[in-house]
């Protein structure tokens, strides 16, 4: 069984720095990507960024510059690094693993982690 557990988030004031980590046990055959969403209070999940097995990196273009994701395969570990937060960067953020758990056939599945709070105040 695949988990994903995340933690980093907290409360920092506009254009402070949070370092977001989600930590992955339980095996998994093959990684497609790994990456950060995020929801807001009455909006929709939306992607903040993914790296793939081979590092290609894709962000929101509302966090580009800002924010930057890494892996550390060796830990099992992707990181969110978040820089001169703003106020609507507040919102529960998910970390995700599209892959497959066993067999490479079809198409991948998503696994999801519990959610960790960032709250950016003005």
């Known amino acids: 069984q695949v988990q994903l557990v995340e933690s980093g988030g907290g409360l920092v004031q506009a254009g402070g720095s949070l370092r977001l980590s989600c930590a992955r046990s339980?095996?998994?055959?093959?990684?497609?990507?790994m990456g950060w969403y995020r929801q807001a209070p009455g909006k929709q999940r939306e992607l903040v960024a993914t790296?793939?097995?081979?590092?290609?990196?894709n962000y929101a273009d509302s966090v580009k510059g800002r924010f930057t994701i890494s892996r550390d395969n060796a830990k099992n570990t992707v990181y969110l690094q978040m820089n001169n937060l703003k106020p609507e960067d507040t919102a529960v953020y998910y970390c995700?693993?599209?892959?497959?758990?066993?067999?490479?056939?079809?198409?991948?599945?998503?696994?999801w982690g519990q959610g960790t709070q960032v709250t950016v105040s003005s």
């Open positions: 995700n693993l599209r892959g497959y758990r066993t067999v490479v056939f079809g198409a991948p599945s998503d696994y």
């Open positions: 339980g095996s998994i055959a093959m990684t497609v990507a």
């Open positions: 790296i793939t097995g081979t590092d290609s990196t």
